[in-house]
């Protein structure tokens, strides 16, 4: 029944389209500028992160993807990992072409969980951002709600047992573990402190239970005008006191040493 009901609502311009092929990527950045409720998402997920960042410094974005960063913050660097209109560079983010203390900043929306070996990732940040910066992303958080909707409704593997931090094999967004952020910040955070000691988890911000979904996302067709988003976007703030049981994201901020 889900299935189907996954099929029906599919997005007509991403079914049957190859997750890794750069066209997908391309296709979904029109999808969010076209879904204007989804976009009013997107905006208010950079201003969050944005808010922890000092933009008289230097921002790399990683995974700049269907996004619109730039819009906002004209002087960061958006990277993806194949070359796309969006892109003003092309890296893996487990193999970072910077100078040592070189970047500032690094955010991430929506990537983390696609990265296939975060320890290298965290490596190459460490090296590349100097004392005083920060990695700022938002990301799929778990709990109970969440474990049901990504469980269930959601096309991207979810495994919160999982032993170590190494994605299965996959291509660059069909890899993946909507588990990991909570895994390595939270379940396994004793871990990433002893491996990573220049890195400190200083906020997580659970969010977002319901407006994403209501959205129908970048894979979804549009369920909500984008006129109604205020509204809905209020009534999800009345949830605040209850965002460990009901929140699908999380804002995560880490200060390098």
């Known amino acids: 029944m889900l299935k189907k009901l996954k099929r029906i609502m599919e997005h007509p311009l991403t079914k049957n389209m190859d997750p890794d092929s750069p066209e997908t990527t391309v296709t979904r950045s029109r999808i969010i500028n076209v879904k204007l409720f989804l976009k009013q998402i997107y905006e208010k997920w950079y201003h969050q992160i944005l808010v922890h960042v000092n933009h008289k410094e230097s921002v790399l974005e990683i995974g700049s993807g269907g996004g619109f960063l730039k819009q906002i913050l004209p002087a960061a660097l958006c990277s993806e990992v194949f070359m796309i209109p969006k892109a003003d560079i092309v890296l893996d983010a487990q193999y970072l072409p910077f100078k040592k203390n070189s970047i500032h900043h690094i955010v991430m929306l929506d990537v983390f969980h696609h990265i296939p070996n975060v320890e290298f990732f965290f490596t190459e940040a460490g ?108 009534a999800e703030t009345m949830l605040n006191s209850g965002m460990h049981k009901w929140a699908m994201f999380a804002t995560i901020i880490l200060n390098r040493e």
């Open 127 to 234: 090296r590349c951002i100097p004392s005083g910066g920060s990695i700022i992303m938002i990301e799929p958080w778990m709990t109970p709600w969440s474990r049901l909707i990504y469980r269930y409704l959601h096309h991207e593997p979810v495994d919160m047992k999982a032993e170590n931090w190494v994605l299965a094999e996959g291509g660059p967004l069909s890899g993946a573990n909507s588990a990991l952020p909570w895994i390595v910040f939270d379940r396994d955070r004793d871990v990433l402190y002893k491996k990573f000691p220049q890195w400190h988890v200083k906020q997580i911000i659970p969010h977002s239970p319901f407006v994403y979904l209501l959205s129908g996302g970048v894979s979804l067709r549009n369920m909500i005008p984008g006129y109604l988003f205020p509204f809905f976007d209020k």
